[in-house]
Each structure stands twice: as C-alpha cells, then as structure tokens.
C-alpha cells in the first residue's frame, strides 16, 4: 500500500504526474499562505511538503528515472527544511513574546502572529543582491559537476533565491516577496522544459501569490508603524 501511494500517478494528455508532487506543492502552498497571514504554522506544514519534494526531485534516488534529476531543487529541500527549523523557532519566540504583553495590557495584538513585517536595511538588500548573485556564480560549476538539470544556472538561481527568500522571511523583512517573483521567472520555464509540469504550473500560481503577499505585509507594516506612532 505504502509503494502504491509513493508511486501513484495521473494522466494529464501524454504526461504521468506524481501524486505526491502535486501533495508537496499543495503543502507548500499552504505554507505560503500561512506565512503571508504571519501564522506560525506556516513553517511545519512547509517541511512535509519539501520532504514529499525531495523524493521528486531525487528521481533516480527513489527508483524513478523517467525524468532528470534535479539537484539544485532537491538540495533546496534540504535547505528549506534547515532554515524552516530556524523561522519556526523565530516566530515562535515573537508570539510568545505578544502573548505575554498583550496579557500585560502593553499592545493590541491578538497574539496569533509570529513575526512583525519591516523593510529590509539598504545593507541588508545589498546583501540579499550580492549573495543572490555570486551565490549562483559559486554553485553552477558545481551542480553542473554533479550531472544537474542544464541550464545549471538556472538550477543554482532557483537555489539561491530560495535560500534567501526563507531566510528573509524568518526575518520578517519584506522584500523577501520580491526575491520568490525572481526565482519564480526563472523556475517556470527550467522546470516546465524537464518535465516537472506540476510544479513548473505551480510556479506559476506562485509568481501571482507572491506579489499579493509582498503588498499584503507593506500594508501590515504600515498598520502597526501607524498604531505604534498613534500609541
């Protein structure tokens, strides 16, 4: 039964699609609406979904060779699941933090958030640009090396953005919305030319979403700038 479940798929014209590729970006996509909502659950609900992803992207690792690996995506599973301990950890210690406040009387909040959306220091974009860049400079060689999916840039690119990205959000700054629109250009062609149609149409949806979340936290950083001015 197990097997059955790993290995289920439907058709969609001539192309066969993984249950559990769709099953992980489902999670992922929850995840993302968790965090555009600041909801601490974002981050777990996130982890099932990369690991469900990892068996994608691993193929040849899981008994499937249909379709080229994809290093660059899996090694961002690993990596989403490493900074995603850290943003959980983050936003939990921000609402704890809330609660005890908001049980002191000090501030309005309905303690459900976990983290307070902010802008991004110069220095910090500057970083966030400059890692972003020499990040896939450092990494095409290497994927390539490791036999990844061409063009290898693209892969590091994907992989870098998303690094930063998931980190930029267990900081809390907003422009770590921008970041995933420019991994999202890149890994909707990449990932529709490999075969990974599922996930290469989530991107899609994704590129969408990720501008609504980017305006969604101004405005809420903007709220709380205001309440904070007003208090």
Do not use: C
Request: glycine share 12%.
């Amino acid at each position: 039964m197990i097997e059955w479940l790993f290995d289920a798929t439907f058709a969609i014209g001539d192309e066969q699609i993984l249950w559990r590729e769709v099953i992980g970006n489902a999670f992922g996509l929850a995840s993302a609406l968790g965090g555009m909502r600041r909801r601490v659950w974002a981050w777990p609900v996130g982890i099932v979904g990369n690991v469900l992803l990892l068996t994608v992207f691993l193929g040849s690792v899981f008994g499937d060779a249909s379709r080229a690996d994809m290093l660059g995506q899996a090694g961002r599973q690993v990596m989403f699941i490493a900074v995603s301990v850290y943003g959980w950890m983050r936003w939990r210690e921000t609402r704890r933090q809330d609660l005890e406040l908001r049980a002191d009387g000090k501030v309005p909040t309905s303690g459900a958030e976990g983290v307070h959306p902010h802008w991004a220091t110069w220095p910090q974009r500057a970083f966030l640009v400059g890692a972003l860049l020499v990040g896939t400079a450092v990494l095409t060689p290497l994927f390539r090396a490791l036999g990844s999916y061409e063009p290898v840039w693209a892969d590091a690119w994907i992989f870098m953005g998303s690094l930063l990205a998931t980190y930029g959000m267990a900081r809390g700054w907003v422009e770590f919305w921008l970041v995933w629109v420019a991994v999202d250009l890149v890994g909707v062609p990449l990932l529709w030319s490999a075969g990974y149609f599922a996930t290469s149409l989530m991107y899609v949806f994704y590129g969408v979403f990720t501008l609504v979340g980017f305006f969604v936290w101004w405005r809420v950083h903007r709220r709380e700038q205001m309440a904070v001015g007003a208090g």
